[in-house]
């Protein structure tokens, strides 16, 4: 029994200690003029879900949730912001060869109709982020239309 309460007090420790340890904020004042939604001119109505949807991690900015703030928590977001951002950052559109929009457009479109974006575990805790069968058809069309005509 005391060694088990030994274990916690461990336990409380450590996790009372990686509370210090910071992590990168991903967040900007300004939206510069690369950004996709700027350069593509993108309707109201596919704008919204794009952002609730996809800028948290595909973005300079994100929208913290409350509990950003509690390690390991924030490592996990920070990773997987960084991981997001690496593999598409729609702050840097306007920044991308137009073969490379191409193929990101083709993976975006591709992705949204698989249902691998945005992630379950996103959607999980942000239901307004979730893409109805309604969306995916708008978006998907949209994006089309614009990978056609770049």
Known sequence: MKIIKIIMLVLLVVFVGIQFVPTTRNQSDTIPETDFMIVNKVPNNIKSKLQASCYDCHSNNTQYPWYNKIQPIAWFLEDHIIKGKAE??????????????????????????????????????????????????TIIQWMVHLKNNL
């Not at 457009?105 to 992630?119: F, H, V």
């Open 88 to 137: 598409l950052n729609f702050n840097e559109w306007d920044a991308l060869s137009i073969r490379r929009k191409a193929s990101m457009l083709r993976s975006i479109i591709k992705q949204i109709e698989k249902g691998e974006m945005p992630l379950d575990s996103y959607t999980l805790i942000h239901r307004n982020a979730k893409f109805s069968e309604e969306d995916k058809t």
